[in-house]
């Protein structure tokens, strides 16, 4: 008889493990997700239908502002929440990492209040260049906060709250979008939907811990002492994360600034949005539930097993799901989204092998920072980061598709370079804990 499991890649996937918490876990994050994406997915054709592309380009540029500064708003400390031993250390970073990115938003809104508005105007218009700047500053800090929150949650494996979280993100999001769109709010309403999407799952974390009375502060000294202790965050992970976003968003702010055809920043855009929503549905759950178990099976020597497998079978989707998508996006996409939109699916079809790589290196990531290769990644996603924006500045002058195809090669090369990087640091890892448990 056959196995009826071969043909389902993710619960194939969750059967490699035998530890029941960790399928609960995921089947519940698979689950939350799911719903979230698909109701994230089943409302665009409705959107690029209200707002033209020349809008989403707006849009595509604050978020590439907004994501680049948000990762690094928290200094790192976000990374070191689920994987640092103790529990109040764990909680003192999380207050460090808030603390951070408040203060960091309140910098990011005066320095962007500092620019004249005419030179906003050529990337935002003439209706966001006044408001913008004023704006910025919350949407750093909702992004920041949620996704610093959101670690602790995933340290103490609530899943639940996380899951909820988003599911309620994706409707709050969705909903503004469309309403203001409908009442001619233009690309301020896309805008607006954004930075409340980013802020909703801040208010949940924050409302769950409050209600159950596990908000608990500690004083000055103490935070001090444990962001000093963890500060190789600072050092390397914070800028590993800015070059990262930088390597992925920066084309967005060189195409829209620069570009004679921003609304290629609009397809770029929509095209990861698209590829992103189910390939993230189960790479970040995969790498979140190896940040949340990575003490655990690194004592029981089986963290670069367990993390190989991962990749090993997210790769296995992404071949699956990706192929059927690089044939049928250009097709689909004028239909799908309207007349409009009819390169999106030239677009998707070059993303797709960039994403899938992404997908891969998700869960091994951590592996490399029990390693210690932190500086290691710092300098390779910095290297990356320039090689990527360069090519994309280079083909600007050739025209939008030569910059889609740039900005897709980059990804591939980056990409495929960093998860051969990172599975080489897992065999270095298993061998390691393999002579340990000896």
């Not at 990492?97 to 935002?124: K, N, Q």
């Not at 030569?402 to 051969?420: D, E």
Request: with cysteine; proline share 5%; glycine share 8%.
């Amino acid at each position: 008889m056959s196995d009826p499991l071969a043909m389902d890649p993710v619960r194939r996937l969750l059967r490699r493990f035998g530890d029941a918490q960790w399928k609960v876990s995921a089947q519940k994050l698979l689950g939350a997700n799911l719903l979230a994406q698909i109701i994230n997915l089943v409302f665009i054709p409705v959107l690029t239908r209200i707002y033209p592309p020349t809008d989403y380009a707006v849009l595509a540029t604050l978020m590439a502002i907004s994501v680049i500064l948000s990762l690094v708003a928290a200094l790192g400390f976000d990374y070191a929440v689920p994987i640092v031993d103790d529990d109040d250390q764990a909680t003192c970073l999380t207050q460090a990492g808030a603390c951070s990115a408040i203060g960091v938003a309140a910098a990011v809104s005066l320095a962007a209040l500092t620019i004249p508005a005419e030179h906003l105007v050529p990337v935002l218009g003439d209706r966001l260049a006044a408001t913008v700047p004023w704006a910025i500053g919350l949407i750093v800090l909702s992004a920041s906060l949620s996704t610093t929150l959101e670690a602790l949650q995933i340290r103490h494996r609530r899943v639940d709250v996380i899951g909820w979280a988003r599911v309620a993100q994706a409707c709050v999001g969705v909903t503004t979008q469309i309403g203001l769109g409908l009442v001619g709010a233009g690309a301020a309403g896309l805008v607006i939907g954004y930075g409340l999407f980013l802020l909703t799952p801040a208010v949940v974390h924050i409302a769950y811990l409050a209600a159950t009375r596990q908000l608990r502060l500690h004083g000055p000294k103490r935070v001090w002492e444990a962001a000093s202790s963890n500060r190789k965050y600072l050092h390397y992970t914070a800028p590993e994360a800015l070059f990262n976003a930088l390597s992925v968003h920066g084309p967005f702010m060189i195409i829209s600034y620069f570009g004679s055809t921003p609304v290629i920043a609009a397809h770029l855009s929509l095209g990861l949005r698209l590829l992103q929503a189910p390939s993230f549905l189960v790479a970040k759950i995969g790498s979140q539930l190896v940040q949340g178990s990575a003490r655990n099976w690194h004592t029981g020597g089986s963290l670069a097993d367990n993390s190989r497998k991962i990749a090993l079978g997210l790769g296995a989707i992404g071949v699956v799901a990706g192929v059927p998508a690089i044939i049928l996006a250009p097709l689909l996409a004028t239909p799908v989204f309207g007349p409009e939109w009819t390169g999106v699916g030239w677009v998707i079809a070059m993303l797709v092998p960039g994403v899938v790589l992404h997908m891969v290196s998700f869960p091994l990531i951590p592996v490399a920072y029990l390693k210690g290769q932190n500086a290691g990644i710092m300098i390779l996603t910095a290297s990356t980061a320039v090689f990527r924006n360069g090519l994309c500045a280079i083909a600007l002058a050739s025209g939008g598709f030569a910059t889609a195809v740039a900005f897709s090669g980059g990804a591939i090369v980056q990409y495929a370079i960093l998860t051969a990087y990172l599975y080489r640091l897992s065999r270095a890892v298993r061998h390691t804990e393999y002579k340990n448990v000896e």
